[in-house]
Every structure is written in structure tokens, then in C-alpha cells.
Nanobody, 121 residues
Framework: QVRLVESGGGLVQAGGSLRLSCAASGRIFSIGDMGWYRQVPRKQRALVAS???????NYADSVKERFTISRDNAKNTVYLQMNSLKPEDTAVYYC???????????????WGQGTQVTVSS
């Protein structure tokens, strides 16, 4: 079964850092874009950062210069290094990947289960 598993969330003080990881597992034929989204209560899930298979990053304006996305294609893993964290970064962070699994008829988006990031002031 193809799935995404996130790790690395937690509680940190403002100005601190966290690193999130998201690993894809299962029988996967291909992986395209991978990225991170975040969601706070009563708001829609919003893009934080994404990266193409070729390594081109894309960031939300609110995290530019503070967050860095990277991926290890050999490990089917995407990372999000978050520095200079602010209380407004508090959210549940979700990993998303465009994958073609063995039971799929076409590539589709897969989501992780989410990991809580809390930044205290």
C-alpha cells in the first residue's frame, strides 16, 4: 500500500527551528512533485513549499528566506527545514506527493496524516 509518513513536528519557541520529514513507501512506479501544506482551524489547507522531481522549489511568500524544502529521490523522502519560526507558523503540516502506485490507473495526489507544529511566543 502506497502511503506517506511524516515526522518531526513538535513544540518550539519562537525563533527556533524544526525539520520535518516525509517518506513515501510501498510499490511506487513514479513520484512527481512533493510538497508541504499547512492548516489551522477554520481555514483551508495552504501551500507552504513544493519541489519538482527535478529539484525546482516553490515557496509561499510567508516562509521565503526562513524555510527550505529539499528531497532525496533515492529515499523517496521530502524534507522541510524551518528556521526563525514564528507563532503564526503554528499549524498541522501535511505532506503531499504526486505518485503513481501499483494499484493506480494514473498518477494521483497522496497525503500524509499530518504533524502538529506549535510555536510558542
Amino acid at each position: 500500500q502506497v502511503r506517506l509518513v511524516e515526522s518531526g513536528g513538535g513544540l518550539v519557541q519562537a525563533g527556533g527551528s524544526l525539520r520535518l520529514s516525509c517518506a513515501a513507501s510501498g510499490r511506487i512506479f513514479s513520484i512527481g512533485d512533493m510538497g508541504w501544506y499547512r492548516q489551522v482551524p477554520r481555514k483551508q489547507r495552504a501551500l507552504v513549499a513544493s519541489m519538482s522531481n527535478g529539484g525546482s522549489p516553490n515557496y509561499a511568500d510567508s516562509v521565503k528566506e526562513r524555510f527550505t524544502i529539499s528531497r532525496d529521490n533515492a529515499k523517496n523522502t521530502v524534507y522541510l527545514q524551518m528556521n526563525s519560526l514564528k507563532p503564526e507558523d503554528t499549524a498541522v503540516y501535511y505532506c503531499k506527493a504526486l505518485m503513481f502506485g501499483e494499484t493506480d490507473i494514473a498518477p494521483r495526489d497522496y497525503w500524509g496524516q499530518g504533524t502538529q507544529v506549535t510555536v510558542s511566543s
